[in-house]
């Protein structure tokens, strides 16, 4: 079965970092698209970062220069990076993977359309 467990997270203070992992079994990261969503309470998921499965990073405008996705294959693992965190970064995040090899084309920040989520984990930062 297709599973992904995230590590990571916490509470930081502005302008602190954190990095935060996703490990998948049941398939390869190379064979999907995987990304990183984030959720805070009455608000819309918000899709911040994803990988193709050319490798081929996108980014939301709010994170672009202070964030980094990346994966290992090898490792069967998703990485996001969090440099110069704000306030407004607190939230949980859940990373997410699609098997469509389209995804970016279609669509990459359409959360409904993800069908393989993590469990979240809480980020927060502190002013």
């Known amino acids: 079965q297709v599973q992904l467990v995230q590590s990571g997270g916490g509470s930081v203070q502005a302008g602190g970092s954190l990095r935060i992992s996703c490990t998948a079994s049941?398939?390869?990261?190379?064979?999907?698209?995987m990304g990183w969503f984030r959720q805070t309470p009455g608000r819309v998921r918000e899709g911040i970062a994803t990988?193709?499965?050319?490798?081929?990073?996108l980014y939301a405008d709010s994170v672009k220069g202070r964030f980094t996705i990346s994966k290992d294959n090898a490792k069967n693992t998703l990485y996001l990076q969090m440099n110069s965190l704000k306030p407004e970064d607190t939230a949980m995040y859940y990373c997410?993977?699609?098997?469509?090899?389209?995804?970016?084309?279609?669509?990459?920040?359409?959360?409904?359309?993800?069908?393989?989520w993590g469990q979240g984990t809480q980020v927060t930062v502190s002013s």
């Open positions: 997410a993977a699609d098997p469509l090899l389209d995804r970016h084309r279609l669509g990459w920040d359409r959360f409904w359309e993800y069908p393989y």
């Open positions: 049941g398939f390869s990261t190379d064979d999907y698209c």
């Open positions: 990988l193709d499965v050319n490798n081929k990073p």
